[in-house]
């Protein structure tokens, strides 16, 4: 489905049963919308279960997932096309496979998992498997993004005002003015800064971008599990199960 030659044609777990999916609380929490949980489970008789592994709605991912399966099978196409142009951004830049590769991860956990604080999650979803540094510039880079600094050519974003509303300029929550403090004084500010300088507009030009382009970077950069990501046993195995199973019910 998404052009791998591992996906494999082993049978889908709990076949001939009716598969149940209940979404999760933060897809749906305060957004109006009635809590499904007494529905499903009222539906759950007979022929049905939860649903547990392998969605067919979905690419089905290879047996031993690698960065660029995620992009392939599981990110949504905005965060797709962000990630590889921002660090296209930074490879023509002629910035350091640090920066590159911080760029190209740094809204990851916006592909399909949380948007919620995407800086912190992002960096702990990539952290064990890249350097302290490129960890570290993807967590900062959300609350660098409030911060203007007009030496290094950044301003604060013409977006967020129309995202947020301008006055949300002055609102902003004590942890993020806490870790602009803490990033603008560390060794590493310029890498975290350099992110948010790349990190592109969903209005400027997205021409796609080939991903095999980043190929030798992530080689070189990225510590891709033997057993692929998710089914290693890294601090964030799980956060990478639940991008391959999402819709799982436990
Ligand atoms: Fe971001
Ligand atoms: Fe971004």
């Known amino acids: 489905m998404c052009g791998h030659p591992d996906h494999g044609d082993h049978p889908f777990p709990q076949a001939g049963r009716e598969r149940l999916i209940l979404s999760s609380p933060i897809g749906w929490i305060g957004t109006g919308a009635p809590d499904p949980e007494p529905d499903v489970l009222d539906r759950l008789k007979d022929n049905a279960v939860m649903m547990m ?8 991912m290879p047996q031993r997932p690698t960065l660029m399966d995620f992009f ?6 905005f965060t797709v096309r962000h990630l590889l142009g921002s660090a296209k951004r930074a490879l023509d830049g002629g ?5 590159v590769m911080a760029c190209l991860l740094h809204d990851i956990s916006n592909g399909c998992l949380v948007r919620p604080d995407h800086g912190y999650w992002s960096a702990q979803i990539v952290a064990p498997y890249v350097s302290e540094e490129v960890a570290w510039a993807i967590k900062y880079h959300q ?5 203007p600094d007009p030496e290094a050519g950044y301003d604060y974003p013409g977006n967020y005002d129309w995202f947020f509303g301008a006055e949300y300029r002055d609102q902003l929550p004590e942890y993020l003015r806490r870790d602009m403090a803490v990033a603008r004084n560390h060794k590493w500010y310029m890498t975290s800064r350099t992110v948010t ?14 991903p095999e382009i980043f190929t030798d ?7 891709q599990p033997e057993a692929g ?4 046993d890294s601090p964030s195995a799980h956060m990478w199960r639940t991008m391959i199973w999402p819709n799982n019910f436990l």
Do not use: K, Q, W
């Open 53 to 60: 592994g392998d969605n067919p709605a979905l690419p089905r």
């Open 229 to 232: 990501l998710g089914h290693d």
């Open 217 to 223: 970077i992530i080689a070189r950069n990225f510590r």
């Open 72 to 77: 392939r099978c599981r990110f949504g196409d």
């Open 95 to 99: 910035h350091s496979d640090t920066v």
């Open 143 to 147: 609350a660098l993004r409030y911060l």
């Open 197 to 210: 300088i790349n990190d592109i507009y969903f209005f400027e030009d997205m021409t796609p971008v080939d």
